[in-house]
């Protein structure tokens, strides 16, 4: 089982930034993709920004040049650097990371908690 512990959440005004963490901890053999989605009240969770094993990144159109992403393989971390904050990035952002159990086998998903982050304008 895989436990993940967020953190950097928090208000802050326009214009300023914020830094997300997730810790993966637990039993498991790899940590394959991290994704950090966010979700506002009524609305789907949307899909922030996704890291692969390898370090490929990928982000929805609206936090491109914004928000950058990054992993640290040996903390099994992942950071999302969150600049120029919008009142429209405000949602509950959690964390996501597929893993694999074994060496051999499915693949699983583990969800964090959640931390909020609130842009004012």
């Known amino acids: 089982q895989v436990q993940l512990v967020e953190s950097g959440g928090g208000l802050v005004q326009a214009g300023e930034s914020l830094r997300l963490s997730c810790a993966a901890s637990?039993?498991?053999?790899?940590?394959?993709?991290m994704t950090w989605y966010r979700q506002v009240p009524g609305k789907q969770r949307e899909l922030v920004a996704t890291v692969s094993s390898g370090g490929n990144t990928k982000y929805t159109e609206s936090v491109k040049g914004r928000f950058t992403l990054s992993r640290d393989n040996a903390k099994n971390t992942v950071f999302l650097q969150m600049n120029s904050l919008k009142p429209e990035d405000t949602a509950v952002y959690y964390c996501?990371?597929?893993?694999?159990?074994?060496?051999?086998?499915?693949?699983?998903?583990?969800w964090g908690q959640g931390t909020q982050v609130t842009v004012s304008s």
């Open positions: 637990g039993r498991f053999f790899s940590i394959n993709a």
């Open positions: 996501n990371v597929q893993f694999d159990r074994y060496q051999w086998g499915d693949e699983y998903n583990a």
